[in-house]
Every structure is written in C-alpha cells, then in structure tokens.
C-alpha cells in the first residue's frame, strides 16, 4: 500500500497510521506531493491501497498537479486502486475546487455541525449498525452525506464514515480519527478506551485494503 506524507498532511496523523500499519505488519511505502506527481497510473496500480490521513485538504490538492489526481482518480477506477480518506482525506477524497480527487462524481462535503457551532476537536460518538457506539477522535472533519453507504454516524445522525465502489476500487472516506494516540486525547472526555479505537482504525485500514465492505445501515 502507498501512505501519502506529502505537504498539507499532519506529521502526527501519518506516524499515527504507520503506527497500525506496523502493528498490523501491514507493507507499505510513502510517497510525498513531488513523488506522486511523478508517478504514472501504471506505477500506481501496482499498489492495493492508497490513504490519504489527516491535515489541510485544501494544501494537499494544491501542492499536487492536476495530472496527479487524475493518475490517482484513473487508478482507482479504472485498475482497482483502493482509496482511504482520514479526516482531510476524506475532504480530498471527495470533490473539491482545490484539486480534489473527485472519487466522488461532484459531490463535495461539508464539516460535521458541530465546526459551525466553533467546536474544532472533540471526542464525538460515533454509532454502527451494530455494536456499541465508539467515542473517537474528531478535528474539524467532515461528514459525507450525499455519497457512499453509511458506516458510521455522527450524533446528529450526518454520515461520519462512508464506503462504496468506485469503478473497479473500493473506497473509504472518515470523518474521525481512529488512529489517534493516546497524547492527542488529552483534555477531553473518551468513555471508549484507546485501544478500542485503535483497534477500529486497523479494522478501516484492512477493510480498504482487502475491499471489504464494513456493515452499514
């Protein structure tokens, strides 16, 4: 799998997902904004799975030519590349007039409610179609609604985690962020233990990989 460490991503947020990839002895390598502009749709169908984490989606797309979204966007839906979107990741995943992957068809995404309430980091509980609701991490992400089966829902019942197939690849896209290590908890109020959610940020990371749809509502 390819993990994009390019400008506009959080250092933390990809040492947080290397983290469970390694726990996971998931392979991978890394690829940052003049790597992947330099990189053909060949090159990139040779890997399973691409993850986009956390950061500014806007700096993202603009550090990277058109020419490389559309490699990444051919990829996916053309030869079967996979596509994990965390957080900015997710914004980028979807359309945007900042050099957005577009996996999406034009639909672009707005933040979870609670950014326009001026709430920018929060543990929020986010509930499945089955199971227990998971308290996890959330920093001014998005909510996907309009696109994609519902994973997982914010309060206020607004898409928090979404998958669907797009062409030939299979795509996540979260608002959260499971991953998050113990320190970014700090100051806030989890019921959820860590490991929980670290063990739902590998179970995301696996299902993307292996193009396993997750149970949905």
């Known amino acids: ?10 250092s ?20 940052n904004a003049s790597q992947l502009d330099a990189m053909t749709e060949t090159e990139l169908k040779a890997y399973k799975l691409f993850i986009v984490p956390g950061g500014n989606s806007i700096t993202i797309g603009n550090q990277l030519s058109d020419n490389a979204t559309t490699n990444v966007r051919n990829a996916v839906s053309n030869d079967g590349l996979h596509y994990l979107g965390i957080c900015a990741g997710g ?7 900042y050099n957005g992957l577009d996996l999406t068809s034009g639909v672009w995404f707005n933040f979870y409610a609670d950014e326009h309430l001026g ?19 959330w920093q001014d992400g998005p909510q996907f609604s309009g696109w994609g089966d519902i994973i997982g829902k914010y309060p206020d019942g607004t898409p928090a985690i979404v998958e669907g197939k797009v062409g ?5 896209l979260s608002g959260v ?11 806030m109020n989890f019921k959820t233990p860590l490991a929980t959610d670290l063990a739902y940020a590998g ?7 292996n193009a396993k ?3 949905h509502f």
Request: aromatic letters at 10%.
């Open 119 to 137: 709430i920018h980091l929060e543990a929020v509980e986010v509930s499945f179609p089955s199971g227990a609701p998971l308290d996890i991490y």
């Open 168 to 172: 030939k690849g299979f795509v996540i």
């Open 91 to 97: 914004f980028f995943g979807g359309y945007s007039i």
């Open 177 to 187: 962020h499971p991953e998050a290590p113990a320190n970014w908890r700090s100051g």
């Open 203 to 209: 179970t995301l990371i696996e299902a993307a990989l």
């Open 12 to 31: 933390t947020d990809v040492l947080a997902v290397e983290t469970i990839l390694s726990t996971r002895n998931l392979t991978y390598a890394t690829a």
């Open 213 to 215: 749809p997750l149970p």
């Open 1 to 10: 799998m390819l993990l994009y460490d390019g400008t506009g991503t959080s």
